[in-house]
């Protein structure tokens, strides 16, 4: 699933074709994605300028000047396509502007979806109301994440995926933040000690931030809009690394977590 670098070089590759463009045309080729597509989207978006382009957890939101947000998931195997044509078998949404760009959400497995709403997104979708901070929020600190942690038993790495801890990260990201802190992701989170916890936090934000740099990671059907390979794959310190050596010398073990696989290095991860 496209975690939060993937929806932020999303987002930031649709921007210069979206935004301040007026949509002169929005066209849906089915009824449904993982759920219904509005049946006023169509209605609601065309004649509207895209006036901001952003990302709240794994979501990204197109904006308007009517103070409506289109909000899009891409699910298991989304991506929008930037280079125009015409819409393909797994092309389901088109967005046209009035500078002649065609715009195609692409989703072969459909477990995306797309929704509308009206005035402040973050307090009126639902999915956004019970989010944690975002990783790279002043507020989201080692402090703050104490707090969350407080008598929870559960696995460290469970809590980092729980989106009411911290909005956005996914099974990847966190697999490689924990090694960059070296804290074991089979710790009960009430354990990790402050200090770990103090490494953690930017650790989190400075894996993102390389993330987001390379374009993201590719997996499966995932392509940035302009049809490129993430390639921070290519910098994974443990993730799909089962047997090989970490950084330390250590071995990356593979282990089964709430249904997803963990890699964590079985030396520098306490």
């Known amino acids: 699933m496209p975690e939060l670098p993937e929806v932020e ?12 463009q007026r949509l002169t045309a929005v066209t849906t080729f089915r009824p449904d994605l993982r759920r219904p597509f509005p049946v006023d989207l169509a209605q609601r978006l065309t004649g509207a300028q895209v006036t901001r382009l952003w990302r709240r957890a794994k979501y990204g939101i197109i904006s308007t000047d009517r103070d409506d947000h289109m909000i899009f998931h891409l699910g298991m195997s989304g991506r929008w396509r930037t280079e125009g044509g015409e819409a393909g078998k797994h092309d389901h949404l088109l967005l046209q502007t009035g500078a002649g760009h065609r715009l195609f959400l692409c989703d072969p497995r459909r477990f995306g979806s797309v929704d509308l709403v009206t005035g402040d997104p973050l307090a009126e979708f639902p999915p956004f109301t019970a989010l944690g901070p975002e990783p790279f929020a002043d507020e989201f600190d080692a402090a703050c994440l104490a707090r969350a942690l407080v008598g929870r038993r559960a696995p460290i790495k469970a809590m980092l995926l729980d989106q009411r801890i911290v909005a956005g990260l996914g099974n990847i990201y966190v697999c490689e933040a924990l090694n960059l802190a ?5 710790k009960p989170a009430a354990d990790v000690p402050c200090a770990r916890l103090d490494a953690l936090v930017p650790a989190i934000k400075a894996v993102l931030v390389s993330a987001i740099a390379a374009g993201g990671s590719t997996l499966r059907d995932y392509l940035s809009p302009e049809g490129q390979l993430g390639y921070f ?17 250590g071995t990356v073990a593979r282990v089964s977590q709430g249904g997803r696989s963990t890699f964590y290095c079985l030396k520098c991860q306490k």
Request: aromatic share 8%; proline share 6%.
């Open 233 to 249: 794959a290519k910098q994974w310190r443990v993730y799909g690394r089962e047997g090989e050596a970490c950084r330390c010398g």
């Open 182 to 186: 070296r804290i074991s992701p089979l």
């Open 9 to 20: 070089t999303t987002v930031r590759g649709l921007a210069p074709f979206l935004e301040g």
